[in-house]
């Protein structure tokens, strides 16, 4: 009876959890959670408000050129977006440095071509970098220094000329940059005047800025998830999607929650204020059936997305370096990309009427054969998606869109890759359906999954996206081409920025730093007796050296070494010079290593 009474005093006495329970939810999480909100809340008006200007402009232009009888009119709305935009990305440019997959470093224009590309070097220029610090900036002020709302309202404006004047291209990527400067420049420090320091106005300008990276990630990520959710109408793909396109494989959960937060905030406001749905709407969910047959198609389906995603990809290098180098010129760089755009739509416009003439296609195709190249292509996918599209038709959008799209994208267009990268997969689905004869459905709301994984590399992003708008029943088909698609295309990525390697790594255009292990026949002798300075034009910055700890050998930084500093064979030499002098130092070190081999 005594022990009872006495589990029984102990556990009203543990109730003292629930006076605990602010602890448990500290200051600075709450601080975190009403970001969250406060990002979700504007970063969802942006974006409504673009989506909806691009597609109310859009549908009108759509409705003009496919009922007027001069088709080559086309021309018209693409050139002027394409002349309007290049003005507006002379207008006060930023440049933002991406690293590419051999550690070089680009310079990309802040409005031009995929948005996102530039939404994760913004992410990761507040992180602790070695060129950073020798440009002598550090932290969270490397991020300040590029623009935010001004970046914000120009990318909104490209945008907009861009997908409402015709061009070919999706609205995430310019979204997501939108979403990740509107955070930004939320949280940015505000400069506190002395009389205000003590006061309340102080006080919470201290508690609203962002003061170290970790914050100003975490406010990047939600203004990113705000920006997906309120397009696609999904917030665990959209809060995933953010995380994934930033890490990769290795998703945060910490960061993942809050960014979760700011996606349901968006989610919220568009399901109760303006009553909107997911992008995609069908009249009726069609489920997949258990079949062989409908395993083996989904199965060479992922494949042949898997297969289509590396050629996209090449595709799009080989556009970068045709639009990009080859016409320097930012008018008429843009001008071409708008003019090759309107060729391919006009071919696709005059081909079709060919099949209907065979009876390879109905009569019916042919009322919407701009929308099948032009805009987002949206209104193609919804189509498909109500098993009205025929075999030839998606064959000829698949490849008209994917060259339009890298057009747009190539010159400079304000446009993203990843809804085109879902109608790539849509396309294939729909041949796929129309081959086995099944239903186009069934197989295109797991392509979407496909082509997430193969394209834009977001493989949970991708399992969520046909979950949350289809429902559950294609859970197990959405994994089956997942982990198809990501044996074949693990390694494949559209976002450049993603890529980096740090063996080589430039510091400037042009400039970079190296790490080189100390050939046998330079053991014993100092950097001075070396003369590396004089003979390479390269200067040692540091040296990696080797201590043995508890039986390990460990590595151990030296910056800024001696010139008398005698090296041994297990040394690594940190270099930096420019890449010509950087490649001759290396040709000579792997010289002296096999001579001495």
């Given amino acids: 009876m005594r022990v009872l009474l006495r589990s029984f005093l102990s556990a009203i006495k543990d109730l003292n959890v629930l006076v605990d329970l602010p602890g448990h939810f500290d200051g600075h999480e709450r601080r975190l959670v009403f970001q969250a909100i406060v990002i979700g809340i504007l970063v969802w008006g942006i974006v409504f408000a673009l989506k909806s200007s691009v597609h109310l402009v859009f549908s009108h232009l759509l409705a003009w050129l496919e009922h007027t009888p001069y088709p080559f009119l086309v021309f018209i709305p693409l050139f002027l977006a394409g002349a309007l935009v290049s003005l507006l990305a002379r207008f006060k440019p ?3 440095n991406y690293r590419d997959a051999d550690g070089h470093i680009h310079e990309l224009n802040d409005v031009e071509g995929d948005g996102l590309e530039r ?37 909104f404006l490209a945008t907009f000329l861009t997908l409402g004047g015709g061009g070919s291209g999706g609205l995430e990527a310019s979204v997501t940059l939108i979403g990740e400067s509107t955070a930004s420049g939320l949280f940015k420090p505000r400069r506190i005047r002395k009389q205000e320091a003590e006061g309340w106005w102080g006080r919470l300008k201290r508690w609203w800025g962002s003061s170290n990276t970790d914050d100003l990630q975490t406010a990047q990520l939600c203004g990113i998830a705000a920006a997906v959710a309120t397009l696609l109408g999904t917030a665990f793909t959209a809060a995933f999607f953010a995380i994934e396109v930033m890490y990769r494989r290795r998703p945060v959960v910490e960061k993942l929650i809050y960014a979760l937060v700011s996606s349901l905030t968006a989610l919220i406001l568009s399901s109760f204020v303006v009553h909107e749905g997911g992008l995609f709407q069908v009249e009726e969910v069609l489920f997949p059936v258990i079949s062989t047959r409908y395993y083996l198609a989904l199965i060479i389906m992922a494949i042949a997305i898997a297969l289509l995603s590396v050629y996209f990809g090449r595709l799009r290098s080989s556009f970068e370096a045709s639009f990009l180098h080859l016409q320097p ?21 005059y081909l079709l009427p060919l099949f209907a003439h065979y009876n390879l296609i109905p009569q019916e195709a042919l009322s919407h054969r701009f929308a099948l190249i032009l805009g987002p292509g949206e209104e193609a996918i919804d189509l498909a998606l109500s098993g009205h599209m025929v075999f030839w038709v998606a064959l000829i959008a698949l490849f008209g869109k994917m060259l339009a799209t890298l057009a747009t994208v190539g010159s400079g267009g304000s446009a993203g890759l990843l809804v085109p990268s879902i109608f790539f997969g849509t396309m294939v689905a729909t041949i796929m359906a129309r081959l086995f004869g099944l239903e186009p459905q069934t197989l295109i709301v797991p392509a979407m999954t496909a082509s997430l994984v193969s394209i834009v590399n977001v493989p949970l992003a991708a399992v969520f996206l046909p979950f949350e708008l289809f429902g559950q029943a294609y859970l197990l088909p959405a994994l089956v081409v997942l982990i198809v698609c990501f044996l074949f295309a693990h390694q494949n990525t559209i976002y450049r920025t993603q890529r980096e390697t740090h063996a080589k790594r430039e510091i400037l255009p042009g400039y970079g730093s190296r790490r080189v292990g100390v050939p046998k026949e330079w053991a014993g002798k100092s950097l001075l007796s070396l003369d590396l300075r004089r003979r390479f034009e390269v200067s040692v910055v540091g040296i990696i050296e080797r201590y043995e700890q508890n039986g390990r050998l460990n590595p151990r930084v030296q910056l800024n070494p001696a010139a008398t500093k005698v090296l041994s064979e297990d040394d690594v030499l940190v270099v930096i010079g420019t890449n010509s002098q950087l490649d001759d130092f290396e040709t000579k070190v792997q010289q002296d290593s096999q001579g001495s081999d």
């Fill in 94 to 96: 930023t440049l933002i």
């Fill in 119 to 155: 939404a994760i070097a913004l992410y990761y220029s507040s992180e602790p970098q070695f060129e950073s610090s020798l440009l002598g900036q550090n932290g969270i002020e490397a991020r300040w220094e590029m623009p935010t709302f001004s970046l914000v309202w120009r990318k």
């Fill in 329 to 349: 010129n930012s008018l008429r760089r843009h001008l071409l990309g708008a003019g090759f755009t309107a060729a391919i739509a006009l071919l696709v416009y």
